[in-house]
């Protein structure tokens, strides 16, 4: 079946530029991770979903980012004002449920690159 | 809050031989999972092998197997007969077990894996 996907695969804007990146989780996944990657680093934990409701969003840097998932399935990463800083590798996750032992599938991610 | 670190930015490997990639956390809790993921030069984050912390036994999968050190809070990966496609960044990752936790995964800063021919 399916995977994870995301788009776009990259992504080039101008500092100050609104961007939205999209997420595709496998189907019935009801929760939803975002992480960002920045380069020669691991991945940071941005915000999880499960269903429609952010249920962890500590994660988020400041108020620039902000993401949604309105119907439980698809979710958008949104980012304001965008900075130098926020390039990286934004990559999304789902998994059929949240915690426990569920595992998650990863995306293979859009690179966000802020001139 | 928990922490993962790797300290070995770069390893490097003779094809057919065994590699070993160290991982250290620190955690108050006591119950919690420990992965390893691939992540090759197309970004896609593969997971490699998992241990549950209540678990003694070491996890295995095929060429891949772990020595996961509870009381030493240490999680190291064991790679045998090194393949070329075995070349890739490999992170070491924490995840808190209950389901109210969320499972939010908690990575350290990679390792980078080269195999020579």
């Known amino acids: 079946g399916a995977g994870v996907s995301q788009t776009p695969s990259n992504k080039v804007t101008e500092k100050g530029k609104y961007v939205e990146l999209r997420c595709d989780p496998i189907?019935?996944?009801?929760?939803l991770y975002w992480y960002r990657q920045s380069l020669g680093q691991g991945p940071e934990f941005l915000i999880y979903?499960?269903?429609?409701?952010?249920?962890?969003d500590s994660g988020l840097p400041n108020d620039r980012f902000f993401a949604v998932r309105p119907e439980g399935s698809v979710s958008t990463l949104k980012i304001q004002r965008t900075e130098r800083g926020d390039s990286a590798v934004y990559l999304c996750?789902?998994?059929?449920?949240?915690?426990?032992?569920?595992?998650?599938?990863f995306g293979p991610g859009t690179r966000l690159t802020v001139l | 809050a928990q922490t993962v670190t790797q300290s070995q930015p770069e390893m490097s490997v003779q094809e057919a031989e065994t590699v070993t990639l160290s991982c250290t956390y620190d955690?108050?809790?006591?119950?919690?999972?420990l992965f390893w993921y691939k992540q090759p030069p197309s970004r896609q984050m593969i997971l490699v092998i998992r241990?549950?912390?209540?678990?003694?036994q070491n996890a295995t999968e095929n060429r891949f197997s772990v020595n996961f050190q509870k009381a030493a809070k240490s999680f190291s990966l064991k790679i045998s007969d090194s393949q070329l496609g075995d070349a890739a960044m490999y992170f070491c990752?924490?995840?808190?077990?209950?389901?109210?936790?969320?499972?939010?995964?908690?990575f350290g800063q990679g390792t980078e894996l080269s195999v020579k021919p």
């Open positions: 996750a789902s998994s059929p449920r949240a915690g426990g032992h569920n595992e998650q599938f």
């Open positions: 189907s019935g996944h009801t929760a």
């Open positions: 979903f499960q269903g429609t409701g952010a249920a962890d």
């Open positions: 955690t108050s809790e006591s119950d919690y999972y």
């Open positions: 241990q549950e912390a209540y678990k003694q």
């Open positions: 990752a924490y995840r808190s077990a209950p389901y109210n936790q969320g499972g939010k995964l908690i």
